[in-house]
């Protein structure tokens, strides 16, 4: 079986309203880069090959026929999470929640994206894993 370097057996596949605008949302908040892009003729886009940091997924266009937009919950680290939290409101995110240190040793903040996807920002504060 052939896996795609970048490509992990399971990647999220989001199915978004507005393609463009929510990539352009994920470049702003998370430095996201596009690295690929299938467009289905007329340009509604079937998949883009989103990377932030080591992470690889695709999102995609709904049809609102028989694709429809399907907002997930996703945990993405990043450098600084009350940096993030800010650029993510100041691109139409809402936020759930302030960031704070967890009893689980990571700073961390919520937000839903304007797809209606669900964040947790986090930053490990230890350099431990979750699991004993």
């Known amino acids: 079986m052939y896996i795609p370097d970048g490509y992990g057996t399971v990647f999220p ?16 908040v998370f430095d996201a880069e596009e690295v690929g892009r299938t467009e289905f003729p007329g340009g509604r886009v079937a ?30 680290y990043v450098e600084d999470v009350d940096q993030t939290l800010e650029k993510a409101i100041g691109n139409g ?14 700073r961390q903040a919520g937000i839903t ?12 504060l230890v350099d431990a894993s979750y699991d004993p």
């Open 93 to 106: 995110a809402v936020k759930l929640f302030d960031a704070a240190d967890m009893s689980y040793d990571d």
């Open 113 to 124: 994206d304007p797809a209606g996807n669900a964040w947790w920002i986090s930053r490990r």
């Open 13 to 28: 596949y989001m199915i978004v309203n507005d393609a463009n605008e929510f990539i352009d949302f994920l470049s702003k």
């Open 47 to 76: 998949n883009a090959r989103i990377r932030i940091g080591t992470s690889t997924f695709m999102v995609g266009e709904a049809d609102n026929e028989n694709i429809l937009p399907m907002p997930g919950s996703y945990y993405v």
